[in-house]
């Protein structure tokens, strides 16, 4: 069992920025896949942006050039830097690992939430 936390939350005015993180345990010889996906109240968990494990990023259109993750390796942990944020980014954001090791099947692991409120 791999145990996601996330953690970084809070609130921040329309404009401002907050630094989430996503604490990954990890095992030298397995590859992670890291993501961010969001849920707003009443609506559907949606993606929000992705890192490999050699680095690539992808990034929802929503948050094409305010958003950036990276990850230090170092440290097991993975960051989501949210700036320019908006009233439509107030949502739970959840970190989801992918542990992909040889001869087993990849495995999805899931954080429990921080939420992220943002006022006009």
């Known amino acids: 069992q791999v145990q996601v936390a996330e953690s970084g939350g809070g609130s921040a005015q329309a404009g401002g920025s907050l630094r989430l993180s996503c604490a990954v345990p990890?095992?030298?010889?397995?590859?992670?896949?890291v993501s961010w996906y969001r849920q707003a109240p009443g609506k559907e968990r949606e993606f929000v942006s992705s890192?490999?494990?050699?680095?690539?990023?992808t990034y929802a259109d929503s948050v094409k050039g305010r958003f950036t993750i990276s990850q230090d390796n170092a440290k097991n942990v993975v960051y989501l830097q949210m700036n320019s944020l908006k009233p439509e980014d107030t949502a739970m954001y959840y970190c989801k690992a992918v542990e992909s090791c040889a001869l087993i099947s990849p495995r999805t692991f899931w954080g429990q939430g921080t939420q992220v409120t943002v006022s006009p």
């Open positions: 890192i490999g494990n050699s680095g690539g990023t």
């Open positions: 990890r095992k030298d010889w397995c590859r992670y896949d």
